[in-house]
T-cell receptor, first 114, second 111 residues
Framework: DAMVIQNPRYQVTQFGKPVTLSCSQTLNHNVMYWYQQKSSQAPKLLFH???????NEADTPDNFQSRRPNTSFCFLDIRSPGLGDAAMYLC?????????????FGEGSRLTVL | GEDVEQSLFLSVREGDSSVINCTYTDSSSTYLYWYKQEPGAGLQLLTYIFSNMDMKQDQRLTVLLNKKDKHLSLRIADTQTGDSAIYFCAESIQKGGKLIFGQGTELSVKP
């Protein structure tokens, strides 16, 4: 059974039209992450939540926002998508109980910007 | 600064061993990981090693860590076509902390 679920799997939007990607988890993990992965590049951390504490990476553009209304859900909002924001967006979770801080990933949401 | 580098492609024949290499720059890395990504899927943890270890073996997988050279490798014995995927090396300086990923090595296994 999928433990980290991302919706939608594929999202097409127009240049400048806001988009929201969602992530839900059944693991009751306290940490949730959003990564951006462009073709043939390393996944790049955008931000993460430790419980309700939001941690933004220094180089994450202001165009990217996130919300975590409860433990199970986390959203990625892209306010004005540009062509350069086309990518796979990966949600991941981790908990304190694992021996090595393993990250559990969803299958990703692929964003296309026209 | 933090940087993780991998070669982009590796091609092997079924039954051979595969060795995927990774170098990292952050000497304070405490945990080093190998993740696997199959087409259309998310990343899945394969194995990990603590920085105070030199080697870890898990069935067909062997991880070697050379901390002096900041070099990590993943050896897959008896590589199968089902092993074809992208393999990501990642480092973290603390348990549960953010992971820094390499750009991934695409492993192609030919019958």
């Amino acid at each position: 059974d999928a433990m980290v679920i991302q919706n939608p799997r594929y999202q097409v939007t127009q240049f400048g039209k806001p988009v929201t990607l969602s992530c839900s988890q059944t693991l009751n993990h306290n940490v949730m992450y959003w990564y951006q992965q462009k073709s043939s590049q390393a996944p790049k951390l955008l931000f993460h939540y430790y419980d309700k504490d939001f941690n933004n990476e220094a180089d994450t553009p202001d165009n990217f926002q996130s919300r975590r209304p409860n433990t199970s859900f986390c959203f990625l909002d892209i306010r004005s998508p540009g062509l350069g924001d086309a990518a796979m967006y990966l949600c991941a979770t981790s908990g304190d109980r694992g021996p090595a801080g393993e990250l559990f990933f969803g299958e990703g949401s692929r964003l296309t910007v026209l | 600064g933090e940087d993780v580098e991998q070669s982009l492609f590796l091609s092997v024949r079924e039954g051979d061993s595969s060795v995927i290499n990774c170098t990292y720059t952050d000497s304070s890395s405490t945990y080093l990981y190998w993740y696997k990504q199959e087409p259309g899927a998310g990343l899945q943890l394969l194995t990990y090693i603590f920085s105070n270890m030199d080697m870890k073996q898990d069935q067909r997988l062997t991880v070697l860590l050379n901390k002096k050279d900041k070099h990590l490798s993943l050896r897959i014995a008896d590589t199968q076509t089902g092993d074809s995927a992208i393999y990501f090396c990642a480092e973290s300086i603390q348990k549960g902390g953010k992971l820094i990923f390499g750009q991934g090595t695409e492993l192609s296994v030919k019958p």
